[in-house]
Nanobody, 119 residues
Framework: QVQLVESGGGLAQPGGSLSLSCAASGFTINSYTMSWYRQAPGKDRELVAAIISVGGSTNYAEAVKGRFTISRDNAKNTVYLQMNGLKPEDTAVYYC????????????WGQGTQVTVSS
C-alpha cells in the first residue's frame, strides 16, 4: 500500500521553528521529485519547496526562501522540511507530494499536517 505520512506539525510562536517529516512506504522515493505544499483556509494549495530525485537540486517559494530548507534521505525513504523564522502567514496544512520523475501522471499525496504559528 502506497503511503506518505507527514509528522512534526503543531503550534509554534512567531520566529520559532518546526521540523516536518514525510515517510514514504509502498514505493521508493529515489525516482520521485519530493515536494511540500501548503493550504491555508480559504486559499489554494501552493508549492512551498521541492527537491529533485537526482542531484538534490531544490526550489522554494519566494515567501519561504531563506527560512525553510527541504532535504531528503533516500535510504530512509523520507523527506524533511525544516522551517525557521516562522510567521503567522505560514499557518496552513502542509502536504507531502511525490511526483515520478519520468511518469508525470504518477504522483502521491500525504494526508497533511497542521502548522499553526501564533503567539
Amino acid at each position: 500500500q502506497v503511503q506518505l505520512v507527514e509528522s512534526g506539525g503543531g503550534l509554534a510562536q512567531p520566529g520559532g521553528s518546526l521540523s516536518l517529516s514525510c515517510a514514504a512506504s509502498g514505493f521508493t522515493i529515489n525516482s520521485y521529485t519530493m515536494s511540500w505544499y501548503r493550504q491555508a483556509p480559504g486559499k489554494d494549495r501552493e508549492l512551498v519547496a521541492a527537491i529533485i530525485s537526482v542531484g538534490g537540486s531544490t526550489n522554494y517559494a519566494e515567501a519561504v526562501k531563506g527560512r525553510f530548507t527541504i532535504s531528503r534521505d533516500n535510504a530512509k525513504n523520507t523527506v524533511y522540511l525544516q522551517m525557521n523564522g516562522l510567521k503567522p502567514e505560514d499557518t496552513a496544512v502542509y502536504y507531502c507530494n511525490a511526483a515520478h520523475r519520468f511518469r508525470p501522471g504518477l504522483r502521491y499525496w500525504g494526508q497533511g499536517t497542521q502548522v499553526t504559528v501564533s503567539s
